[in-house]
């Protein structure tokens, strides 16, 4: 899964563009200073307050040029981002040579974190879960309301946003291969679901099932399996 994402402040203006894939969302969902730049606006506004819009791409090359293009667009639009680049580098194609990957094993074999150190890890990472008051504002912000009341996004900007996905699927059409429905098969097998997730897919489902008519309508194709 590869995907382009965009941190906003709570207004919902997008302030920095980046490209994730090799860890899932981590990538998008860490709020990890980016530069100096980006540090000083997440300390203005606050990490709870950040709003975060994934987009998602077919393939990595689709990923990166997305990025370039959307902070292309946005700069071209005046939103001001804190990106010191304009987009698409990685260490992609990047092949060490065999003695580099034996330097590299030897410096970290047998490196262990003292129980200090653990401690401190897993100090660090406690409490960083949004609570529920910044899980609602940061979906206010990418819905263009602030806290919650009246204010949406203009037909400009509607159209605007509509314009940069243009060409994006959203992984419609994608088909799983035989391989990995029985992975999920195994890890599935067993597990019952309690009437609350039961009904958060049936909702997801339905989201789906409307976007997948949305998406074909053009073709005269209203069906949805």
């Known amino acids: 899964m590869f995907y382009v994402y965009a941190h906003c402040k709570p207004n919902g203006d997008p302030f920095y563009i980046g490209k994730g894939g090799a860890r899932g969302l981590a990538r998008a969902y860490s709020l ?40 292309a667009q946005l700069r071209a639009e005046g939103f001001t981002l804190t990106n010191m680049t304009d987009g698409g580098e990685g260490a992609k194609g990047v092949v060490h040579t065999v003695e580099m990957r034996e330097k590299n094993a030897a410096a970290h074999r047998g490196r262990k974190h003292s129980q200090e150190a653990k401690a401190k890890m897993s100090a ?9 008051e910044s899980n609602v504002k940061r979906s206010c912000a990418m819905r263009g309301n602030v806290n919650g009341v009246g204010v949406h996004p203009s037909l400009e900007t509607r159209a605007k946003l509509s314009a940069a996905q243009l060409g994006n699927k959203k992984g419609v ?27 958060k897919m049936s909702v997801a489902a339905k989201i789906r099932c409307a976007r997948v008519k949305l998406n074909s309508a053009a073709k005269g194709n209203t069906s949805c399996s």
Do not use: M, Q, W
Request: aromatic share 6%; glycine share 6%; charged share 30%.
């Open 124 to 132: 660090a990472r406690k409490g960083r879960r949004p609570s529920a």
């Open 32 to 71: 990890a200073p980016r530069n100096n730049h980006h540090k000083n606006v997440l300390l203005k506004y606050g990490a709870d307050n950040i709003g975060i819009f994934i987009l998602l791409c077919e393939s990595e090359e689709a990923a990166f040029s997305n990025e370039i293009a959307l902070i």
């Open 173 to 199: 059409g994608h088909v799983i291969s035989a391989t990995h429905r029985k992975k999920l098969s195994r890890l599935f097998k067993g597990k019952k679901l309690s009437l609350e997730t039961r009904a």
